[in-house]
């Protein structure tokens, strides 16, 4: 059984950084991709960002040039730095990872809160 735990998220100001962190219990190069999602309050969960296992990144055009996803395959670890935070980035963010193989098998985290408050 996959299992994703993110960390990293907490309270800070506009203008602040946070970097989120998600380990996997096993090898995330048996993802096809891994990346984040978020969720605001009265809102769909929408994505943010995904890294593929060849490394290809891709972004939510209100998140690029402020996050950057990356990965470290020696602790099973994808990352998501935020910089330039807003108070719109404030979201329940999750982890996810997909598996293309006989269709499409999808993992997720439990989510860590972000919240961009002055």
């Known amino acids: 059984q996959v299992q994703l735990v993110e960390s990293g998220g907490g309270l800070v100001q506009p203008g602040g950084s946070l970097r989120l962190s998600c380990q996997a219990s096993g090898s995330i190069l048996s993802f096809n991709t891994m990346g984040w999602y978020r969720q605001a309050p009265g809102r769909q969960r929408e994505l943010v960002a995904f890294?593929?296992?060849?490394?290809?990144?891709n972004y939510a055009d209100s998140v690029k040039g402020r996050f950057t996803i990356s990965r470290d395959n020696a602790k099973n670890t994808v990352y998501l730095q935020m910089n330039s935070l807003k108070p719109e980035d404030t979201a329940v963010y999750y982890c996810n990872a997909r598996i293309f193989s006989n269709g499409v098998h999808e993992y997720w985290g439990q989510g860590t809160q972000a919240t961009v408050s002055s």
């Open positions: 890294i593929s296992r060849g490394g290809s990144t």
